[in-house]
């Protein structure tokens, strides 16, 4: 899922005492309510449209899927109590409970769930995330215009019995029943107002622990309690309010006096000592930082001779190579993160057991030799004759301090000029996916513990490829391991997809997400999950 903000970031000035939120007492909050920066606003919080960490943090709070995630980031029963999977591991039936409600009383039914992933895959709703729904039979055809959407391997049996076919063995389809594009919605509730029924409390009808109360755009969205929801009596929170700070100075400041309980964004030059005097821990997260190259046709309409530069892999790879990695983590970003040298990071099994990620594909420090060799066979021998290469980012203290250290890197190894510029977070998301750029900043968070999260998302077909990428044998190699049953040969596959993807070097990683987050010590059972979401239906206040 991509990232919005970088949550390990270097701070470029003081931090400011000043308060940000009016009629807040020095001090914190009394009662169970938990104020928690989400750091920017969300695009939306549309189960189907959502594509980035902060909306599906709201969703996540305010849906239940089929299974929900545990603290171990293990799927157990939601709205699904139990379920029965076929010897072939192509057809699941889920029994559904009866007490599942939705904030306006209504039940939850069967029929909610066939709606909401046939409006996933329909090419009219034009969802990111309609790829993720591909595993089940007919998702992919659907999605292309091939089949009608009642054609989806979905259907009702009766109410509360729901039956899926999928196109081949998924070990991880659980997982993704909890994931936010696999969140029932309401058809009777989406198609009354489809552009503005997830803007408005009132008809953001949802299924999970808590609902929307408020929404103040570029301040803060509120959650209360619901008290329909099936385990009401098990959540101790009154009230989320999670605010939209994308300053990390500001979070920062907020957070010592009192007015945030829970931020996840400390500047750099704080993480020291927050860690040492206990205010931040480290969390595990599973996610890999990086840039990427526009190679879409449309790069030409947005500059010319830059995109014919970038088209050549020489020059992808010089530029790679001209970058060190173990500089930027251990001047710039300084929050423990670990020097990407491949696009799946550590943390995800192999089929023995042991860790996907075997090989360097390029040294953590970078090859300057290499990369001017490289780049002079391009035909810029010292950068000359090079075009100046835009790169832009989502404002932030954080990726503008990674930016100005390659920036440099790319002049001083390559004599590679490069421009820096940032756009507020919805602008940028809409330019990164609308591919009107040359050279930008990305992120991405695992939707479920698995290689395939970081892989398929760049078939040439995918809703989340904003980077053009198009290699035939990229495409055949990802499509026969989602048909694999045996875990080793689909494993194979999958790294044999990584070692196409790394040849061809449409993107550049940069490091391995780390989480660093300040969190009072009176809020207690708050999980963040290694897959960036953060679950608040446990969580209370203890002073």
Same mark, same amino acid.
């Given at each position: 899922?991509?990232?919005?903000?970088?949550?390990?970031?270097?701070?470029?000035?003081?931090?400011?005492?000043?308060?940000?939120?009016?009629?807040?007492?020095?001090?914190?909050?009394?009662?169970?309510?938990?104020?928690?920066?989400?750091?920017?606003?969300?695009?939306?919080?549309?189960?189907?449209?959502?594509?980035?960490?902060?909306?599906?943090?709201?969703?996540?709070?305010?849906?239940?899927?089929?299974?929900?995630?545990?603290?171990?980031?293990?799927?157990?029963?939601?709205?699904?109590?139990?379920?029965?999977?076929?010897?072939?591991?192509?057809?699941?039936?889920?029994?559904?409970?009866?007490?599942?409600?939705?904030?306006?009383?209504?039940?939850?039914?069967?029929?909610?769930?066939?709606?909401?992933?046939?409006?996933?895959?329909?090419? =009219?709703?034009?969802? #990111?995330?309609?790829? +993720?729904? @591909?595993?089940? /039979?007919?998702?992919?055809? *659907?999605?292309? %215009?091939?089949?009608?959407?009642?054609?989806?391997?979905?259907?009702?049996?009766?109410?509360?019995?729901?039956?899926?076919?999928?196109?081949?063995?998924?070990?991880?389809?659980?997982?993704?029943?909890?994931?936010?594009?696999?969140?029932?919605?309401? =058809?009777?509730?989406? #198609?009354?107002?489809? +552009?503005? @029924?997830?803007? /408005?409390?009132?008809?953001? *009808?949802?299924? %999970?622990?808590?609902?929307?109360?408020?929404?103040?755009?570029?301040?803060?969205?509120?959650?209360?309690?619901?008290?329909?929801?099936?385990?009401?009596?098990?959540?101790?929170?009154?009230?989320?309010?999670?605010?939209?700070?994308?300053?990390?100075?500001?979070?920062?400041?907020?957070?010592?006096?009192?007015?945030?309980?829970?931020?996840?964004?400390?500047?750099?030059?704080?993480?020291?000592?927050?860690?040492?005097?206990?205010?931040?821990?480290?969390?595990?997260?599973?996610?890999?930082?990086?840039?990427?190259?526009?190679?879409?046709?449309?790069?030409?309409?947005?500059?010319?001779?830059?995109?014919?530069?970038?088209?050549?892999?020489?020059?992808?790879?010089?530029?790679?190579?001209?970058?060190?990695?173990?500089?930027?983590?251990?001047?710039?970003?300084?929050?423990?993160?670990?020097?990407?040298?491949?696009?799946?990071?550590?943390?995800?099994?192999?089929?023995?057991?042991?860790?996907?990620?075997?090989?360097?594909?390029?040294?953590?420090?970078?090859?300057?030799?290499?990369?001017?060799?490289?780049?002079?066979?391009?035909?810029?021998?010292?950068?000359?004759?090079?075009?100046?290469?835009?790169?832009?980012?989502?404002?932030?203290?954080?990726?503008?301090?990674?930016?100005?250290?390659?920036?440099?890197?790319?002049?001083?190894?390559?004599?590679?000029?490069?421009?820096?510029?940032?756009?507020?977070?919805?602008?940028?998301?809409?330019?990164?996916?609308?591919?009107?750029?040359?050279?930008?900043?990305?992120?991405?968070?695992?939707?479920?513990?698995?290689?395939?999260?970081?892989?398929?998302?760049?078939?040439?077909?995918?809703?989340?490829?904003?980077?053009?990428?198009?290699?035939?044998?990229?495409?055949?190699?990802?499509?026969?391991?989602?048909?694999?049953?045996?875990?080793?040969?689909?494993?194979?596959?999958?790294?044999?997809?990584?070692?196409?993807?790394?040849?061809?070097?449409?993107?550049?990683?940069?490091?391995?997400?780390?989480?660093?987050?300040?969190?009072?010590?009176?809020?207690?059972?708050?999980?963040?999950?290694?897959?960036?979401?953060?679950?608040?239906?446990?969580?209370?206040?203890?002073?």
């Amino acid at each position: 899922m991509k990232k919005s903000k970088l949550f390990i970031v270097l701070a470029l000035v003081l931090a400011i005492g000043v308060s940000f939120f009016s009629g807040c007492a020095k001090g914190g909050q009394t009662g169970q309510t938990i104020k928690y920066n989400l750091g920017a606003e969300p695009a939306t919080i549309d189960p189907q449209l959502n594509s980035a960490v902060d909306g599906a943090t709201v969703i996540v709070n305010c849906f239940d899927g089929l299974t929900r995630l545990d603290a171990n980031d293990k799927p157990i029963p939601a709205v699904a109590e139990r379920w029965e999977i076929s010897p072939d591991q192509l057809t699941y039936k889920f029994y559904l409970r009866k007490d599942a409600k939705w904030t306006d009383g209504q039940p939850v039914k069967a029929q909610d769930f066939v709606y909401a992933w046939q409006r996933a895959v329909d090419p =009219k709703t034009a969802a #990111e995330y309609a790829y +993720q729904l @591909w595993y089940i /039979k007919n998702g992919e055809a *659907i999605s292309e %215009g091939k089949m009608p959407v009642d054609q989806l391997g979905v259907k009702a049996l009766d109410d509360y019995t729901l039956e899926v076919t999928l196109e081949g063995p998924t070990p991880y389809f659980l997982s993704l029943t909890a994931f936010p594009t696999y969140m029932p919605v309401r =058809k009777d509730v989406v #198609e009354k107002d489809p +552009q503005g @029924w997830a803007t /408005k409390p009132e008809t953001y *009808i949802t299924n %999970g622990p808590f609902k929307l109360k408020e929404w103040r755009p570029k301040d803060a969205l509120i959650l209360e309690k619901n008290p329909n929801w099936y385990n009401a009596d098990k959540v101790k929170l009154q009230t989320i309010e999670m605010k939209m700070l994308e300053d990390q100075t500001s979070a920062l400041a907020a957070f010592r006096t009192g007015q945030l309980d829970y931020i996840e964004s400390p500047p750099s030059a704080e993480i020291p000592n927050l860690l040492k005097s206990g205010e931040a821990k480290v969390f595990p997260y599973l996610g890999t930082y990086f840039y990427i190259f526009n190679l879409s046709p449309n790069a030409e309409k947005v500059d010319p001779a830059a995109a014919k530069a970038i088209k050549d892999v020489r020059v992808r790879k010089a530029i790679n190579l001209a970058i060190n990695r173990k500089a930027i983590v251990e001047n710039v970003t300084k929050g423990g993160q670990i020097p990407a040298t491949s696009f799946v990071p550590n943390g995800i099994p192999d089929a023995d057991g042991k860790d996907f990620k075997k090989k360097d594909y390029f040294p953590a420090e970078g090859n300057v030799e290499e990369a001017k060799k490289l780049l002079a066979e391009a035909g810029y021998p010292d950068g000359k004759g090079f075009p100046k290469i835009t790169l832009i980012y989502n404002t932030s203290q954080g990726h503008q301090a990674i930016a100005m250290a390659i920036q440099d890197m790319l002049k001083k190894n390559l004599g590679i000029n490069i421009e820096l510029a940032n756009q507020e977070w919805k602008v940028f998301q809409k330019t990164r996916d609308e591919r009107n750029y040359i050279f930008a900043r990305h992120g991405w968070i695992a939707d479920y513990v698995d290689p395939m999260t970081f892989l398929d998302m760049w078939v040439s077909n995918s809703g989340q490829n904003n980077i053009g990428y198009n290699n035939p044998e990229y495409d055949k190699k990802i499509a026969a391991a989602k048909k694999e049953a045996d875990p080793a040969k689909r494993m194979q596959l999958l790294h044999e997809a990584e070692d196409i993807l790394m040849n061809d070097m449409p993107l550049v990683p940069l490091y391995y997400y780390t989480n660093i987050a300040c969190v009072k010590d009176y809020v207690k059972d708050v999980h963040k999950s290694v897959l960036g979401f953060v679950y608040f239906e446990n969580a209370y206040i203890q002073k």
